[in-house]
């Protein structure tokens, strides 16, 4: 008796457990967004204005390797709640927010008090955690993980993409996503969906137990290929630019991502591969300036890429379509800021591209698929070269794109050969890893589920 009472009260779903699904999607969708805009945008003009010319100047100049410690951590942090379990990771992401709220609220005024670089590199560090365990925590619930991709990279996109703001302009939602940290009542909201995430789990007895095994290959892989980026972009900034300089960064960039495609598992490098390609084609286009309606473009291109890559699972076509942003960013280079809807084009086939990556070659662990989100995070080469008359790694010496800067379509050709040589690496990866044990094997990998639960 006592038995079969038991039994049905552990059937029996506790009321907070019925809503589980839209609240760890919302709390997935909002707090990768908190995550990926505090990495991507970090620096709020508005209050920076106020502080000295050097603290902001070496809040700039340390912006690179900030962006490259949370990629990392991200990385590191998936790895380890990964061997703790799924309720660790709620656990983790809703510590992470918890800390970044109350760093925004303590710090409401970094740049009068000389904190401005402590500030961002808290942010970045804590928001990468926040990135890092909530894809664990979401990876195998398909409505979910769908929530966390397009927060994570609608963020990355925007904070990419966002412009110096003009002066006298007046649109709050812009001058929202050009100040760069989102407002404290976001965040305050992104730790309650959080909190009601970790509820949840606490609720629902089919949560798997932990795994105890320590995932080292994204580590390495991650190490490898974020150390290379960031060692290799700062080395070129400080010289002259050089035919061969290019040629050698570019080599190590290919041959970086070679080497954490394969420390991955199987066929899972794949969208390492593809990441690095769109991340350099992405930073070649001409971005700015676009008209304020176009500002909500890249989140529904984000989601219709996705679905794409869903519906045709190609990472080869993946690689085309990257292919041709890298070369539309070379032959717009001289007109797109005479034609404001070139811009727009270049930013919607970004997001377009990006989705359909995501979404062709997601792989089923999320260790490896936070990696591929990590090269999006870390300033890449075409950054490196667009920042070199400046001595930085960075659109502009304010770090965000410049509507007034010189373009030129170099970037978008050496963006090409990046993607070129991404295509021999996953030639290569294919060649010498079995199929078996991979997403790209699977027709619908987020409607199967992205990580098997434990039996």
Not at 5 to 25: C, D, H, I, K, N
Not at 195 to 219: C, S, Y
Not at 347 to 355: D, E, H, K, S
């Amino acid at each position: 008796m006592g038995a079969k009472f038991a039994l049905a009260l552990r059937r029996s779903p506790l009321p907070l457990a019925q809503f589980s699904v839209p609240l760890e999607a919302s709390a997935a969708l909002l707090g990768a967004v908190i995550a990926g805009l505090l990495l991507m945008a970090p620096l709020d003009l508005g209050q920076s204005a106020e502080g000295s010319a050097l603290h902001l100047d070496l809040m700039v100049l340390n912006m690179p390797r900030a962006a490259a410690a949370g990629a990392a951590f991200a990385v590191v942090s998936a790895a380890l709640v990964v061997a703790l379990g799924r309720r660790s990771a709620w656990v983790a992401a809703f510590g992470s927010a918890a800390v970044l709220l109350f760093d925004h609220f303590w710090n409401r005024d970094p740049a009068t008090t000389g904190a401005m670089t402590t500030f961002n590199y808290i942010d970045s560090i804590f928001s990468g955690i926040l990135l890092g365990a909530l894809a664990v925590a979401v990876f195998g619930k398909p409505v979910a993980t769908g929530a966390y991709l397009i927060g994570a990279l609608s963020a990355i996109l925007v904070g990419d993409q966002t412009a110096l703001p003009e002066s006298g302009h007046h649109n709050p939602l812009i001058e929202w996503a050009a100040g760069g940290s989102p407002p404290i009542w976001l965040v305050l909201v992104a730790v309650i969906l959080l909190a009601l995430g970790v509820a949840v789990q606490r609720a629902d007895p089919t949560v798997e137990e932990a795994n105890t095994d320590l995932a080292i290959g994204p580590i390495l892989s991650a190490l490898v290929l974020v150390s290379a980026t960031a060692l290799s972009t700062e080395w070129f900034v400080r010289h002259a630019g050089t035919g061969a300089q290019i040629g050698v960064t570019v080599a190590i960039t290919v041959m970086a991502a070679m080497v954490s495609a394969l420390l991955l598992p199987g066929r899972e490098g794949t969208l390492v591969l593809l990441s690095v390609a769109i991340a350099n084609a992405g930073s070649a286009i001409v971005a700015v300036p676009r008209p304020d309606w176009s500002a909500p473009l890249p989140v529904f291109a984000v989601v219709i890429g996705l679905a794409a890559g869903r519906r045709w699972r190609s990472p080869w076509s993946a690689l085309t379509a990257t292919a041709g942003l890298a070369v539309f960013a070379a032959a717009t280079a001289d007109t797109a800021r005479a034609h404001p809807l070139l811009p727009v084009a270049g930013v919607t086939l970004t997001a377009l591209v990006i989705g359909y990556c995501f979404g062709a070659a997601v792989p089923r662990t999320a260790g490896s698929a936070v990696v591929a989100v990590a090269v999006l995070i870390v300033p890449c080469l075409v950054v490196a070269l667009r920042g070199s008359s400046f001595g930085r790694v960075a659109y502009s010496p304010y770090w965000y794109r410049d509507p007034d800067a010189v373009t030129s379509s170099l970037p978008g050709w050496m963006a090409l050969v990046i993607t070129l040589g991404c295509a021999l690496g996953l030639s290569m990866l294919w060649r010498l890893r079995s199929p078996d044990d991979t997403a790209v094997a699977e027709p619908n990998p987020l409607a199967a589920g992205l990580v098997r639960p434990a039996a």
